[in-house]
């Protein structure tokens, strides 16, 4: 196989200690890829809160002209995307804020349709669907196509090819 070949991507990802897996059972080798793949997730978590763009909530009261307590209420309604990670608290993303301090205005709908998890959300306003041209959701709705938007929402929850 040529250099840089899937053969040596695949070679990164093998365990340190070839004896422990040879030696665990089927249960133990899923409990420690679950394990291995929540840590990843976690570090991946943690990098994006730690983000400048990730803003919190007093500094996102701060940027809408509002108060903190008016931040949580409007996270509570959906009206604002909060994420959160453990003792990291709740971290705001600054692009949610378009011209004039108004927020996407999707967003309570994004979240009837995609469900309670504002990670879901997170995750589905920033990645790209052929359906809107092969560019992200969330700027799809910043030029305006907010129903465009909602549809590929209702595509992906009854699991619909997207």
Request: some cysteine.
């Amino acid at each position: 196989m040529a250099e840089g070949g899937s053969a040596s991507i695949l070679a990164t990802f093998e365990p340190e200690d070839d004896r422990a897996v040879i030696d665990e059972t089927p249960e133990q080798g899923l409990e420690r890829t679950l394990r291995e793949a929540k840590a990843r997730g976690d570090a991946v978590k943690r990098d994006l809160l730690a983000a400048p763009e990730m803003l919190s909530t007093a500094a996102m009261a701060e940027w809408l002209g509002m108060s903190s307590e008016g931040v949580r209420l409007k996270r509570k309604r959906h009206q604002v995307l909060g994420v959160d990670f453990a003792k990291r608290g709740i971290r705001y993303p600054e692009w949610q804020v378009l011209e004039n301090r108004q927020l996407l205005p999707t967003l309570p709908r994004l979240f009837s349709i995609l469900g309670e998890d504002s990670w879901a959300v997170y995750r589905f306003l920033l990645q790209s669907h052929p359906e809107l041209g092969g560019c992200r959701a969330l700027d799809a709705l910043k030029r305006g196509r907010g129903d465009d938007v909602l549809a590929v929402a209702s595509n992906v929850t009854v699991g619909a090819f997207a």
